[in-house]
């Protein structure tokens, strides 16, 4: 599994002109699952994306978590974080979960994410051809994998 992670001031998903899911002060995450991430892997993921520590305190010290905050997560799917570029120009998805496994995955991620903010995190919608809007406030991203990895 790989994670990238943006602060932001806003965030929004579109989906053929509809809102599919925004978020205020928070974090976007964009989430890519592989075929052998487990629900440890998943569990391992959410915990640490929720305590990381990556806002700031009162003064100016990147100190707090999104759950310290009171955040909110806004966690869409994308395959192609776990695209192969090394060989040729054209990537290969080969390491990407097939979209029944992924689903699941994706699903038992954001459930997990709900269960330790107590709060409903909004998302994309899964597979389709989405339109990504944020403010990246630092700019502050970061690229997690699972350990497994």
């Known amino acids: 599994m790989r994670i990238v992670i943006q602060r932001v001031q806003h965030a ?25 991430d487990t629900a440890a892997s998943l569990d391992w993921m959410a915990r640490k994306l929720v ?13 707090l978590s999104v759950q310290d905050i009171g955040g909110q997560l806004l966690v869409v799917s994308q395959f192609t974080l776990l695209a192969d570029a090394r060989k040729g120009n054209r990537p290969s998805y080969i390491g990407a ?31 389709a051809d989405m339109k990504v809007e944020l403010l990246n406030d630092g700019p502050v991203t970061i690229v997690l994998d699972s350990p497994e990895k």
């Open 97 to 127: 979960a097939p979209p029944p496994i992924a689903i699941s995955l994706y699903e038992q991620f954001v459930q997990r994410l709900e269960q330790l903010l107590g709060q409903p995190v909004a998302t994309g919608e899964f597979g």
């Open 12 to 36: 929004s998903v579109t989906v053929e002109g509809r809102i599919t899911g925004q978020i205020g002060p928070g974090l976007l995450v964009l989430a890519g699952f592989a075929p052998d």
């Open 51 to 63: 305590q990381l520590r990556i806002f700031s305190d009162a003064d100016g010290k990147m100190n």
